[in-house]
């Protein structure tokens, strides 16, 4: 299986490279091939909306790096997205790296639109697709990105095998990494990473990695507000 491993955090020091890391380990260890690309120092434009690739049949105005991550993509059985929570979305690059696909879907004429939404001969078609985010909230907060993941899986005929939510980020990064708990999360993402290797991923892993860490909203909030005291002032870590 060939796995392209696209990352979207701007922190490296962060909650969404150290799972990726763990994750990584579990796709190599499961025999799978991958290749990671940062978008973050990529220099990619924004799309300009010009309907340019629709006229040319497919060929994007712009020439930057976004056509190497596209070469990639289309080799990969599988594109891995890895992103922080931002506004209840995904991160700016991340959102830029799903706009600038839109050659790779435009222009179809209607008699070649398949049964997966786009051509059928798009190399997107059927593409297996799972995606990662973190946020410092609660499950409920990555609501409105699982929706348009969603939306983006159906428009480009994407196969979405999993969806990784991992909330209360904060607690990432501190020495709560030793708890039971904290443990059982770690070998899920692990696990997770073994089994996109395979591509197939258990109910039960996503419910593992993603298990809540507070017991009610109110200890959640009691606890974030200790972090932010703790990092506001002067701690970039948080
Ligand atoms: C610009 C910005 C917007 C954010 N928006 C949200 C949000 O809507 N909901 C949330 O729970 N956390 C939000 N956060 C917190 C991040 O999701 C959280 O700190 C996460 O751990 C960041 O990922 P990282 O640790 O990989 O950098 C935001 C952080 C930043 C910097």
Redesign the pocket.
Known sequence: MKVLLLMG?P?KS????RLADIVLEGLVDGGAEVETIDLSPLNIAFCKGCFGCVSSGGKCVLNDDMSGVIASLLESDLFICVT?????GMSAKMKLFFDRLFPLISGTPEHLIGACGVSAESPLCGKKFATIS????RLP?FDALTKTYAAISESMGLDWIANVRRGE?AYFLEDLGQSRRMKRIFSAFRRFGGELARGHVSGETVAEAELELSESEASFAKGASVFWRRYGAGNSK?
């Open positions: 955090n922190r962060g909650v969404s490279q922080p929570l931002y506004f209840y973190v946020a410092l909230g907060m980020s948080i």
